[in-house]
């Protein structure tokens, strides 16, 4: 499964709204549960990635609830609001759906 | 809590070997899954592999299949990646992880990674 983020790239202003974009070349849904199989995470310079969200809306415990995902269909989105400056990162989604599991290729945010 | 610390790479020569180790602390390591993914520079993340608790069941992406093993010693806590027939391209930060989950696909703990060169 190929994801598909967009943009590469983009610069926001600090308070602003940060909109990330990732779309799957298939669907992603769970049978048994009828959720999507896809995260968000954040990384750093020299860190490894953090986890923001799975089961495409679902906060990760001890994320500020500034960050949110969202989707339609083979569409999600990551929101970041109230850009904060240490928000600047390099942030990929993933399929969980099948193996092998797949990122999007990143988009660097910037202030 | 959940620590992972990773070991071994270094600077290898085109089709040489490494094996990375990566040490589990801080839960009961035997009943997860554990991964290994890798983030190029420059470039972005790749998941690799995954072995099942057991050590029983696992599988590769098509880029290191053949090449790359992946195992574990329960006794030990220890996960293992043994990498093979190295080229340039596989020239990156490796990492393992942990889902958040038993046997799930995203990763919430993730070790500080250990640098692999590959170069002539």
């Known amino acids: 499964i190929v994801m598909t983020q967009s943009p590469d790239s983009l610069a926001v202003s600090l308070g602003e709204r940060a909109t990330i974009n990732c779309k799957s070349s298939?669907?992603?849904?769970?049978?048994?549960?009828?959720?999507?199989?896809l995260a968000w995470y954040q990384q750093k310079p020299g860190q490894p990635p953090t986890l923001l969200i799975y089961?495409?809306?679902t906060r990760e415990s001890g994320v500020p609830d500034r960050f949110s995902g969202s989707e339609s269909g083979t569409d999600f989105t990551l929101t970041i609001n109230n850009l904060q400056a240490e928000d600047v990162a390099v942030y990929y989604c993933?399929?969980?759906?099948?193996?092998?599991?797949?990122f999007g290729q990143g988009t660097k945010l910037e202030i | 809590q959940v620590q992972l610390v990773e070991s071994g790479g270094g600077l290898v020569k085109p089709g040489g070997s490494l094996r990375l180790s990566c040490a589990a602390s801080?839960?009961?390591?035997?009943?997860?899954?554990m991964s290994w993914i890798r983030h190029i520079p420059g470039k972005g993340l790749e998941w690799l592999s995954f072995?099942?608790?057991?050590?029983?069941?696992?599988h590769y992406v098509d880029s290191v299949r053949g090449r790359f093993s992946i195992s574990r010693d329960n006794s030990k806590n220890l996960l293992y990646l043994q990498m093979d027939g190295l080229r340039v391209e596989d020239t990156a930060v490796y990492y393992c992880?942990?889902?958040?989950?038993?046997?799930?696909?995203?990763?919430?703990?993730w070790g500080q990674g250990t640098l692999v060169v590959v170069s002539s």
């Open positions: 089961w495409a809306s």
């Open positions: 993933q399929q969980y759906y099948t193996t092998p599991y797949t």
């Open positions: 298939q669907s992603i849904v769970y049978s048994y549960n009828n959720k999507k199989g």
């Open positions: 801080g839960f009961t390591f035997s009943d997860f899954y």
């Open positions: 072995i099942s608790g057991s050590g029983a069941t696992t």
């Open positions: 992880a942990r889902p958040r989950v038993s046997g799930g696909g995203n990763f919430r703990h």
